[in-house]
């Protein structure tokens, strides 16, 4: 279907779920009220590496209001350990208990569960918990963690090393050889954490007559974290409900079952009471998952026109200690993505990743951001490595839209993306070559202005050939059930968990588009295992082309058997084209479209009221299922532009214009689409200037344990965006929907460092490290003070 032809998808729609989200009438974990129930507080470990000699529990158990104390030993009687042993070459298998029981792996480590009438008295109780210490050494960064010396973080394992993939395609080694330079760039990307408004969160009902758990959750996930669930509780997945209702956030963060989720679930079943359990913010900074954390190293093999002839790249990723994902689930997609929308015949990588005293990583809003910035920054570095402008460097490299599908070196393949086409167009919107002119001004006059580019090609949808091909562990599909009601209103529903995004909007007008109704007829149905079917959640930016994709075929497939009801009634047969809009059934007469007598809710009240009217062999009822596996890889692609001002003084650095390309494929909704835009260029702007989950280098203790010591930018901050949108539709999924909302995180961070580093290149500064704190910059430019006086005193 042409884009064109579109009657509700693509456009500006109001987002349906706003109505309640900001007037307050969501409904989140704490707007549900359970009569008699209790609450669960954490005893912590203040060590990042420690044995446990001892736990005392009698104080806190003596204490008024307080029901229960709980260790690790006792959970080990109710619940399974976690274990992570996919069959992957070059990772190691892991397991964790659900409470630790020898010993702790990072300050914040949950040792016991305090459960108590409220959760005033549960805090005062987990303070009464004794509990004896034997402190370890700890391990706090990458390199540590590689020696042959190190502490281990697991015990179980030999070494702090628990994944390491290495590859080679093409002939690197020749094309280093001969090639006209060789350049090498190091970059370091920090660590950070999701920081959702709404922090970690449950309530476990077990209801003792029918056996039954009924989980409240914020959830990305709903049915895979049922499954993790109920196999942990020893449970048949027919006996555990998982809901989750209006979520704060998640950017990742809310996909695995957390340690925390399982005992209060467990603690339910034990006192045959509800349990809630709300973490505050210092948890949440202290002891949720982290992310990011890669050291990275390339080596481009180029000839003197900045031609790429092949590229190395080696990966040291800090998964913190504990293995809540895949070891290789993050940074090897890194590796197998990187060359991004360039021409690199010959690539070889190396990926390593390790243990230390931290919190345990996962995915977060963009887990392979480092890539464009990796990729672009090394672009970058061979413009000035040999006297080039960046943008030359670009589009010497660049793929052209004859060579596409392009299959890159790794085996991916790129179709229907437009790189050139959202570089041209930012470059033409900054006016390139006047903006070049006006920093050479400023320089003059001792202002440091910087233009940085990030080309992005976003991997979206990840199908199940993906996963197998990439020695990943996991599943693509997606699930859903579109039913016309008697009445003739619609509701639907798919496995996806919402977290904000919008889905009750765009997924409407998706099922609305592929049925032929209004979006305002169509009620969609999420985060509920009894209600949504068995989907694979909310995760990277498969929202549109995985659940909106399915919808549509989902909604396809209703349409037909209504217009083959409605053909059948209006006593139709032949070649009579008919077709289903805005409700109505019509009908072409000659060139031109005329309503029938037929209506949507006039085929449902024969399809449930009069079943002998339907066509012969037809069941009664208009209810659909559909599953679908997407390409094993779908990709958007844009461009960034970021132009800074760094005070040479303090180090400062002022965002002063940014604009953005954005080739999305179909958009379901504009609306939701722009507010991901802004989001996610916001957080990408945001981590790479103040965020940062700090440790001490010795103790491994946390240094970021308030938002007074984790930075976030506010609104001052972030600059007014500047959109320009493209849909350029993917020719092998439904409506030719390509995803999109992790772009900007990965565009922004890139565009803004190359800008920095491109204000600061005349002074011979080489920013590789984020954040890009004024200390940070200021203490690169007193290095540089050496040999060049441009530095104020």
Known sequence: MAAEAFRHIGMPHPRTEDARLVTGRGRYIDDIVLPNALHACFVRSPHAHARIAGID???????????????????????SRHRMAPPIEGLKPMEMDTLPIAKVRFQGDPVACVIATNRYLAEDAAEAVEVAWEVLPAVTSMTQALRADAPRVDDALRDNLVSHQHAVHGDPAAAMATAHRVVTSTFSQHRQTHLPIETRGCIADWDTGREHLNFHVGTQVPHPYRTTLAARLQLPESRVTVMSPDVGGGFGQKIALYREELTVAAASIQLGRPVRWREDRMENLMASSQAREDDCRTRVAVDAEGRVLALELEITEDFGAYSFFPGNYLARVVAMIITGPYR?????????????NKVGNGPMRAPMSVTSWVMEGTLDAVARELGLDPVAVR??????????????????VLDDVTPTATMEAVLAALDYPALRQRQQQARAQGRWLGIGLCNVVESTTYGSKFYKSAGIAGSGHEAAWVRIEPSGWVNASVGLGASGQGYETSLANAVAEGLGVAPSRVRMLLGHTDIAPYGMGSRGARGGTAGGGTLFLCARQARDTILKIAAHALGLAGRVKLRLVE?????????????TRLALEDIARIAYLDPTALPPGMNPGLEFHLTYDPPPMTYSNACHAC???????TGAVQIERYVAAEDCGTVLSPVVVEGQQHGAIAMGLSGSLFEHMDYDQASGQNLSGTLADYLVATSHEIPHMELIVMHTPNSRTPAGIKGMAEGGVMGSIGALTNAVNDALAHLGVTVNQQPLTPMYLRKLMRQAQATTQEVPQ
């Open 583 to 595: 409700g109505r059934v019509q009908q072409l007469d000659g060139e031109a479209w005329s309503d």
């Open 344 to 356: 690199i015949a010959h690539y070889a990588y190396d990926v390593k990743v390790v243990l230390t």
């Open 395 to 412: 589009r010497i490299n660049m793929l052209r839209p004859d060579e596409l599908p392009y299959t890159m070196a790794t085996g991916e």
């Open 643 to 649: 132009v800074v001002e760094v005070d040479g003084a």
């Open 57 to 79: 529990t009698a104080p806190a158990l003596a204490m008024p209001g307080v029901v229960a104390v709980y260790t690790g030993k006792d959970l080990a009687q109710w619940t």
